[in-house]
């Protein structure tokens, strides 16, 4: 078990770049793919992004594909989604949750667990 706290999020104009972070507690998060979320209001909860345990490989929903980049560093048990180009329709809270390595390539909701409590995100037009 991880536990995750989301940070970086805030206001930005379309265009505009956030970086996000999560921080991971337990000395078990290099055992696990870690991926990102988001949910914008009135809406179902997104995959975005996915990472290897070792940082190797991703993967990404077809939107934020040459707009956003998800990395890792396990000295620091620290995700990141680093986020450029920001559109309107970016706009969401954003999660990380912590995915079995054995179910890596999914982007599936259900199969990711840890939650964090989530980033607002806000994309002014």
């Known amino acids: 078990q991880v536990q995750l706290v989301e940070s970086g999020g805030g206001l930005v104009q379309a265009g505009g770049s956030l970086r996000l972070s999560c921080a991971a507690s337990?000395?078990?998060?290099?055992?696990?793919?870690m991926g990102w979320f988001r949910q914008a209001p009135g809406k179902e909860r997104e995959f975005v992004a996915a990472i290897s345990w070792s940082g190797g490989t991703s993967y990404y929903v077809d939107s934020v594909k040459g707009r956003f980049t998800i990395s890792r560093d396990n000295a620091k048990n620290t995700v990141y989604l680093q986020m450029n180009n920001l559109k309107p329709e970016d706009t969401a809270v954003y999660y990380c949750?912590?995915?079995?390595?054995?179910?890596?390539?999914?982007?599936?909701?259900?199969?990711?667990?840890?939650w964090g409590q989530g980033t607002q995100v806000t994309v002014s037009s």
């Open positions: 949750a912590a995915l079995d390595n054995r179910l890596y390539g999914s982007s599936r909701a259900a199969d990711f667990g840890s």
């Open positions: 337990g000395r078990t998060f290099r055992s696990y793919a």
